[in-house]
């Protein structure tokens, strides 16, 4: 029996990684890459922490052992990460009603959740913002969910549109599945207030919908505590939800796929039932957690030295890039570019839109060589003082001529 004729057809590039395969082999010496959300120092570079050096150095001399991890990952990481996201004295994790698995990245995390919703006869209607991170709807499409979308900004693609986003959710059945960002809203970087948190929760609330809380980015909007605030309003007492986290950014451990996902349950016997169901779904896709990224974190998160200093180079991060959002709006500014750009300052995370059409997304490629994803985002986190100048004259030149 031959392979299906459509895997004979090539497949769209991936609407991220697609680009960084195209800007590398661009020639260009002048080309930018504002595409891919990673973090860059001053110098252009993606950096390891120096915790992340020092907590290497004392994996290798303890030279421990190979073998699987449990299922649902190592035991120790599991209650450091529960306790990071949300907090050690919070009702969810002393009642252990709160539950945390292990995962290959905040997206085998988001996998694993909505293979457990799936497996377990969940509603098969989850609702998720429109714009939103592009895996998104591929990933829970793949899992079998049918997709709605829930407005989430104005035409500028700066600003909630708060009246379209609860209007939406308020035509959600009882039962179906809501995927709202924690924190960092990619890709636009706008994030609700908290009385717009308290509103979502209400609404949660008394429509009986099971949210997905994508915590990507908790650490690099206002710190950590602070980028957990929406989530918090959502964990109310007896609330049920799921939560994917990643430390692929906030540990700049993008290649080591470092994530987990969290069960909140009504009760402590019922997330030890859910988790049951959580192991099934991962022992049938990657079966086993890889074990070295999940140890830097345990081992930083764990140690009385290392975990303040990483948090120290986590506000360092988080400052470069509100730095770099402040430096964008003068140098746009400057050009006298139109449009009110001055709400980026206030946004939070590594992304921004700049309400671009496609076909000027595409002459930012094409003649300036600059990659930016979608309709306009760029990668905050990316600039540098030898591209910010470059970007918004190409900015300006294409905006100036449609």
């Not at 206002?222 to 309003?233: H, P, T």
Request: include cysteine.
């Amino acid at each position: 029996m031959p392979l299906p004729s459509l895997a004979r057809i090539p497949a769209p590039s991936d609407p991220i990684l697609g680009l960084t395969e195209a800007f590398k082999a661009d020639p260009r010496t002048t080309k930018i890459n504002l595409s891919s959300g990673v973090f860059v120092d001053a110098s252009g570079k993606t950096p390891v922490l120096p915790t992340v050096i020092e907590a290497e150095r004392r994996l290798a001399a303890a030279a421990g052992t190979k073998l699987y991890r449990p299922i649902d990952g190592d035991d120790v990481y599991r209650g450091l990460v529960r306790s990071l996201v949300l907090g050690a004295d919070h009702e969810a994790v002393t009642s252990g009603r709160a539950l945390a698995t292990q995962t290959p990245g905040g997206t085998g995390g988001l996998r694993v959740a909505a293979d457990l919703l799936r497996q377990t006869g969940a509603s098969s209607t989850l609702w998720m913002s429109e714009p939103t991170w592009p895996n998104h709807p591929q990933m829970f499409k793949a899992a079998g969910f049918a997709v709605k979308t829930y407005p989430y900004t104005d035409a500028t693609g700066r600003r909630i549109d708060e009246a379209a986003l609860l209007g939406a959710l308020g035509q959600a059945e009882p039962g179906d599945i809501v995927l709202l960002h924690g924190a960092c809203h990619n890709p636009t970087g706008v994030d609700p207030s908290a009385e717009l948190w308290r509103k979502i929760g209400d609404l949660i609330e008394e429509r009986g919908l099971l949210p997905i809380v994508d915590l990507a980015y908790q650490g690099f909007g206002d710190g950590l505590r602070e980028d957990a605030a929406g989530l918090m309003e959502l964990v109310r007492p007896g609330a049920e939800l799921l939560v994917s986290t990643s430390f692929s950014k906030t540990f700049s451990l993008y290649s080591e796929r470092v994530g987990a996902m969290l069960v909140i349950a009504r009760s402590a016997e019922d997330a030890k039932a859910v988790q049951s169901h959580v192991k099934v779904a991962v022992r049938v896709n990657y079966s086993n957690p890889p074990a070295h990224g999940a140890d830097i974190v345990r081992t930083v998160l764990s140690d009385e030295a290392l975990r303040p200093q990483w948090e120290a180079e986590l506000a360092a991060m988080r400052a470069r890039i509100k730095d770099n959002r402040a430096a964008l709006v003068a140098a746009l500014q400057a050009r006298a570019i139109p449009g009110d750009w001055t709400s980026i300052a206030s946004q939070r995370g590594m992304f921004a839109m700049m309400g671009l059409t496609l076909e000027q997304v595409a002459r930012l490629r094409d003649v300036h060589g600059v990659y930016v994803v979608g309709k306009g985002r760029i990668n905050v986190a990316g600039f540098t003082a030898s591209n910010m100048d470059p970007f918004a004259d190409a900015l300006a030149e294409v905006i100036a001529n449609g």
